[in-house]
C-alpha cells in the first residue's frame, strides 16, 4: 500500500478558526499528542504573525523530535527568514512559503500581476531553499486558479527547488471530480513533477473537504494538510480522523496507508477541545459523542447480538472507550432488559413486556430515560406487585457483585450476563447511556421493535 503523508495544521491553519487560538503550553501540550498521533509533519504556526506564535514554533521545534515542524512564512524575504530562525532548533525543519495565484486574489489582494506573481513565488522560493532543504510551496487559492497559469507557477518553484507542492482548496469551492482533474492536470503538464510530493488542503465550506482530499489522494497527491477535529478558517479544514479512518476502514478502495495510530484520535480530540473550550459537534464522525451511540431499537438489538450489524469499525479502533447505547422512545426491550440487569434488576420476558409498556409512556415524555427514572419504574412496579400479592413478587432483584452473580448463573437464562462485564455507566450526568462491550455470542429473543434504517 502507498503511504500518505499526513501534514497536521491544528496548530497554524486549525488556531486560526474562531476562538481557536492557543497560547505556548497549550500549543505544546498539543504538538506532543501530535506526536503520540504518529502524524508526519506538524505545521506548528505562523513566525511572523506574533511573538506568541514565533515562541510556539521555536518551543516545539526544541522538543517535538520525530516528526518534520513547518513554519509559515509568505513569499517575502522577512517572513521567510522569520520562519527559519524559530525553526534553528528543529531536528526535521521544513519552511513552508505561500503565495496567491488566482486572478481575483492578485488583483484586489495582492494587487500583482501574474508575472510579478511568478518572479515573487520562484525568488521567495530560491531564499527558502538557501537555508532549508525542505521547502513547501502553496499557491492560494490554487482551485480558483487558470489551470494553465498554476501550471507555470508550479513548474517554476520546482525549478527553483520548492519539495512539496500543496495545493490548496482555500475557499472550499472545489468538488472532487474537479479537484481530482486539476491534480492530474498538474501531474501530466508540469516538468519535474514527478520529483516532489503533491499535496492537498481543502476546506469545508460545502462539507467536501474530506471528500476533495481522498480525491486527490487517488489521483497522485500524497499528502494531505487537515486538523484534529476538522477545526480550521470558517467550516474548518479537512478532518484528520475522517480521512486517516476513510483510508482504514476502506483499504478495498482506498489502498493507501498512513503512521498514524488510530486509538489515539478520540483522546487528541478531546485534548483539543478541552484546550480550546470548543466543543465536537455530537454527530460528527469518528469522534462525536453520538458516533457510537445507538437509541433505535431495531439497532441496539442488533448491537447486543453482533456489534458489526451496525458499527463499520469498532469504537476502540479510535480510542473511545465502548459504545455506547441510549434508552430512549426508540429503543426496544433487549436493551432494557439488559440495563435492567447492569442495574441489579432481572425480569422474564412477561415482566418485561410490563416493564416496557410503562418505559415507552415515560420516554415519549422526557426523551431520554436516565437510570434513577428506571429505578423508579421498577420499584413503582414492584411495588404494585406486592401490594396485590405479597407472596408472588415477580421480581426478583440480584445483587450488584457482578462478576460473582455470572460465575453463580452458568445457564444465565436470557444470556445477558456476558455483558455484565460493562457495568460502569460511562455518562457522568446519570442519563442512561452504557458502555456495550463486544460480545462473541448472545441468544436473545427477537427484537420485536422496529426502529431506523
Ligand atoms: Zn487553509
Known amino acids: ?250 483499504p478495498d478502495r482506498l489502498a493507501y496507508e498512513t503512521e498514524v495510530v488510530s486509538e489515539e484520535l478520540f483522546p487528541a480530540s478531546q485534548m483539543l477541545s478541552e484546550i480550546t473550550g470548543v466543543a465536537v459537534q455530537p454527530n460528527k464522525a469518528i469522534i462525536g459523542c453520538n458516533a457510537f451511540a445507538h437509541e433505535a431499537g431495531i439497532h441496539q438489538d442488533g448491537m447486543l447480538k453482533n456489534p458489526l450489524t451496525y458499527e463499520i469499525m469498532t469504537p476502540q479502533s479510535v480510542g473511545v472507550p465502548d459504545s455506547k447505547l441510549v434508552l430512549g422512545k426508540h429503543s426496544g426491550r433487549h436493551a432494557l432488559g439488559l440495563r435492567c440487569e447492569q442495574l441489579g434488576h432481572q425480569f422474564d420476558r412477561h415482566q418485561l413486556d410490563e416493564l416496557y409498556r410503562h418505559f415507552v409512556v415515560l420516554a415519549d415524555q422526557i426523551k431520554h430515560v436516565e437510570d434513577v427514572h428506571l429505578l423508579e419504574l421498577i420499584s413503582a412496579i414492584q411495588k404494585d406487585r406486592t401490594d396485590a400479592d405479597d407472596h408472588r413478587a415477580q421480581v426478583k432483584s440480584i445483587p450488584l457483585d457482578v462478576p460473582a452473580f455470572a460465575a453463580a448463573r452458568p445457564d444465565s437464562g436470557h444470556g445477558h450476563s456476558k455483558l455484565l462485564r460493562s457495568m460502569s455507566v460511562s455518562s457522568g450526568a446519570g442519563l442512561a447511556s452504557f458502555p456495550l462491550n463486544p460480545i462473541a455470542e448472545h441468544h436473545g429473543d427477537q427484537e420485536d421493535y422496529l426502529w431506523g434504517v
Open 1 to 250: 500500500m502507498e503511504r500518505i503523508t499526513i501534514f497536521d495544521t491544528t496548530l497554524r491553519d486549525g488556531e486560526q478558526s474562531p476562538g481557536c487560538s492557543m497560547n505556548v503550553p497549550e500549543k505544546l501540550r498539543m504538538a506532543h499528542h501530535l506526536d503520540r498521533l504518529g502524524v508526519d509533519v506538524i505545521e506548528a504556526g505562523f513566525p511572523i504573525a506574533s511573538e506568541g506564535d514565533f515562541a510556539a514554533v521555536q518551543a516545539i521545534a526544541a522538543v517535538v523530535r520525530r516528526p518534520i515542524i513547518a513554519g509559515l512564512a509568505r513569499a517575502c524575504s522577512k517572513d521567510i527568514e522569520r520562519a527559519w530562525q524559530a525553526l534553528q532548533g528543529a531536528a526535521r525543519p521544513r519552511i513552508h512559503v505561500f503565495l496567491a495565484t488566482s486572478d481575483i486574489h492578485l488583483k484586489y489582494k495582492l494587487r500583482i500581476s501574474r508575472q510579478q506573481c511568478l518572479e515573487q513565488a520562484v525568488e521567495a522560493i530560491r531564499l527558502a531553499k538557501s537555508l532549508c532543504d525542505d521547502v513547501e510551496f502553496s499557491p492560494e487559492d490554487a482551485t480558483r486558479t487558470d489551470p494553465e497559469f498554476l501550471c507555470q507557477v508550479v513548474e517554476a518553484v520546482v525549478a527553483a527547488g520548492a519539495t512539496t507542492v500543496n495545493i490548496p482548496d482555500t475557499v472550499g469551492y472545489t468538488t472532487p471530480v474537479e479537484f481530482s482533474e486539476l491534480i492530474c492536470t498538474l501531474r501530466e503538464n508540469v516538468r519535474g513533477i514527478e520529483n516532489v510530493t503533491i499535496s492537498a488542503h481543502c476546506h469545508d465550506d460545502l462539507g467536501l473537504a474530506v471528500a476533495n482530499s481522498l480525491a486527490a489522494i487517488a489521483a497522485g497527491a500524497r499528502q494531505v494538510e487537515c486538523t484534529i477535529n476538522g477545526i480550521g478558517e470558517r467550516a474548518g479544514n479537512a478532518s484528520l480522523e475522517e480521512i486517516v479512518m476513510a483510508l482504514r476502514v476502506r
